[in-house]
């Protein structure tokens, strides 16, 4: 089974920068016809798409970090990541990584982003 392992969450301070990662636990042959996502979800609201690069490094990106955020992947190293600039306390969540296609979908454990002074 694979699984999904992300890094680099934790506290900063409003207008500070965090970078994400998310890398599988195996490799994956497809790996590179899959799409990756970037979900978060803040206490007592609904999960929400916060930023997704498709297989042929297509972007989109949720409306609120457009201009902040940067979504970029490597398939060498099996691993999406979420450059997050100029943070703002409503950035503060727990971030799920996602990968997919139409055979298979896999998440990670969700890592914790808190932004405050």
């Known amino acids: 089974q694979v699984q999904l392992v992300e890094s680099g969450g934790g506290l900063v301070q409003p207008g500070g920068s965090l970078t994400l990662s998310c890398t599988t636990s195996?490799?994956?042959?497809?790996?590179?016809?899959?799409?990756w996502n970037w979900y978060r979800q803040a206490p007592g609201k609904q999960r929400e798409l916060v930023a997704l690069?498709?297989?042929?490094?297509?972007?989109n990106y949720l409306d609120s970090v457009k201009g902040r955020f940067t979504i970029s992947r490597d398939n060498d190293k099996n691993t999406v990541y979420l450059q997050m600039n100029s943070l703002q306390p409503e950035d503060s969540a727990v971030y799920y990584c996602?990968?997919?296609?139409?055979?298979?979908?896999?998440w990670g454990q969700g890592i914790q982003v808190t932004v405050s002074s």
């Open positions: 195996r490799n994956i042959f497809t790996l590179f016809a899959m799409d």
């Open positions: 690069i498709t297989s042929r490094d297509n972007t």
């Open positions: 996602n990968l997919n296609d139409d055979r298979a979908e896999y």
